[in-house]
């Protein structure tokens, strides 16, 4: 296993410049350091334990949750004890693979908050399925017949604003995820497919068959599960709803005067601030609230604004946050002291100091997730045999090909500097004698030349070509790697959902790489495969 730069793999400006603790943006953000203290004031925070409690059990409804779990519940009952905590949105096939690796960095946060102050600490995952962004949550990324990566879209496009947690599995994605399950490869392909066949059954909601394939690791690691959709039907959000409703646009004004200050510190906001920070719901779903003096529109409905107050508190359940409020919300309810984040969550929460101390909330530390780039046992044997390494292969397929290209002509074809050099020698007496001639001619030699240089420029495109061919095991392996490390040209990480890899590894073994990788420093970024884990005695 071996670990990549962190600037190489952190490329959002925001997020470098709070790794690199520039002090400007390391104060946009309330906490940047932990101890019993913090630990102990933030215990005091959030809802009451008996209500935590509750919510969590009702949002595992139909896991069976392992002992590891219900020690957690136990833990969490505790007044004293307090929460790291991670979220990610609904994701097929078990999301993308960082959705895995948020979560087991939030439950070695858990243990270091543990060791380094004595506060029980219990990892959390919020899963956010308030989005109506189906598209997004029903589409995953994955290899076809052809070793090109192929979109998998379950989703039949309809009732585009009806909340994710509102959607149930139907049979058309049933068929469309079982064709997708058959074309993993790997050692463990068929038991994959068999498990993912019984998560996404008729008339199971789409959260549920989200955590159906989480459970075995969330089990396993004693992770309890916060749906941001009990959240919102339990009313937990009132508090900051009424903030946002009762005085309209007041909470949105402040989101734009934290971004104001991060662009004028030369960044780029992450998040879009709209009117307001809650979305309504009419009969078609979510539907943003838009004021016009006192009058407000929610999709199909319009009312006051003394209206919008009375809807909000006799059904809060009729609103939910958009993704600028979804983390006050998180912390306004939880006892958190450790928010486990993404580069881009980490930039929109640059935003939002002023909301946190306008509504009373704590912001906990924020610490960046440990990513990887998985190397599975053929990609590993492909490797062996490459003279590049694994950060050769991270940029777009057009650079790699035309390196590949460069490479295999390299001792066959004229270098362009001495063709270049060449070229001028031709070009330079008919320069001179045009220009002893009629120096209305100088463009045309000049042209002439340019005409030259594209038609040897297209020549040895002709002879690349044909080396490719004649070489074509070389360029087979170097796209065979450059596909599972670089696929679509960004981090692997964020393309192949959990259902590719435990196709290749099975869940026991990718669980153990996964601990593996979130044990190493803050925000690292792994590249591993099978010769790197622990070997049985």
């Known amino acids: 296993m071996i670990t990549l730069h962190t600037e190489t793999i952190v490329t959002q400006p925001i997020a470098r410049a709070y790794l690199e603790r520039l002090p400007a943006i390391v104060e946009r953000f309330q906490q940047s350091a932990l101890d019993a203290e913090f630990c102990t004031a933030r215990s005091r925070h959030g809802a009451s334990r008996s209500r935590l409690v509750d919510l969590a059990t009702l949002s595992m409804r139909g896991l069976e949750r392992s002992t590891e779990q219900r020690t ?103 068929e469309r995820v079982v064709t997708g399950m058959s074309m993993l490869t790997g050692q463990f392909a068929e038991p994959t497919r068999e498990r993912y066949r019984m998560a996404y059954q008729g008339e199971v909601s789409w959260t549920d068959a989200f955590l159906r394939i989480l459970q075995p690791y969330l089990a396993a690691w004693g992770v309890l599960v916060i749906r941001g959709s009990d959240v919102i039907r339990s009313g937990l959000h009132l508090p900051i709803l009424l903030r946002d409703v009762e005085s309209p646009g007041e909470l949105a004004s402040l989101a734009t005067q934290g971004t104001t200050v991060v662009e004028d510190l030369g960044f780029r906001a992450q998040a879009t601030v709209g009117a307001m920070m809650f979305f309504g719901s009419d009969e078609s779903g979510r539907q943003k609230c838009v004021i016009d003096g006192d009058i407000v529109t929610m999709g199909t409905l319009e009312f006051s604004r003394h209206d919008l107050v009375t809807m909000a508190k006799e059904h809060p359940e009729r609103f939910t946050p958009t993704v600028l409020a979804r983390p006050i919300i998180q912390d306004a309810i939880l006892p958190t002291v450790v928010s486990v984040l993404g580069a881009a969550e980490i930039a929109y929460q640059a935003q939002l100091r002023e909301c946190y101390q306008s509504c009373g909330v704590t912001a906990p530390r924020v610490v960046l997730r440990n990513g990887a780039t998985l190397l599975d046992s053929r990609t590993e044997r492909l490797l062996s045999k490459d003279e590049y390494d694994v950060q050769w292969y991270m940029r777009s397929t057009e650079e790699v090909d035309r390196n590949i290209a460069d490479k295999l002509t390299a001792d066959v074809l004229p270098d362009v500097a001495i063709r270049s050099s060449a070229l001028d020698a031709l070009i330079a007496p008919y320069l001179q004698a045009a220009e002893a001639i009629d120096q209305t001619l100088i463009a045309f030699v000049r042209a002439q030349g340019a005409g030259i240089t594209s038609t040897l420029e297209a020549m040895e495109g002709k002879l690349r070509s044909a080396a490719k061919k004649q070489q074509a095991q070389v360029l087979d392996r170097v796209r065979a790697i450059h596909t599972i490390v670089w696929p679509t040209g960004t981090l692997q990480e964020r393309v192949y959902p959990l259902a590719f890899w435990e196709a290749r590894f099975g869940t026991v073994d990718l669980r153990i790489i996964v601990e593996m990788i979130a044990r190493g420093p803050i925000g690292t970024h792994a590249v591993i495969g099978p010769s790197d884990l622990p070997t049985q005695g």
Do not use: C
């Open 72 to 174: 957690a519940l136990n833990v969490l009952r505790d007044p004293q004890s307090v929460v790291a905590v991670t979220g990610q949105q609904v994701g097929l096939l078990g999301g993308p693979m960082y959705t895995i690796y948020k979560i087991r960095t939030a439950v070695e946060e858990s243990l270091r908050v543990t060791a380094a102050t004595g506060v029980a600490t219990v990892p959390i995952f919020w899963l956010e399925d308030n989005d109506h962004d189906a598209a997004e949550a029903a589409t995953a990324h994955i290899l076809d017949s052809n070793q090109s990566v192929a979109d998998l879209l379950a989703w039949d496009g309809e009732n585009a604003r009806l909340s994710v947690a509102d959607r149930v599995i139907d049979d058309a994605m049933v």
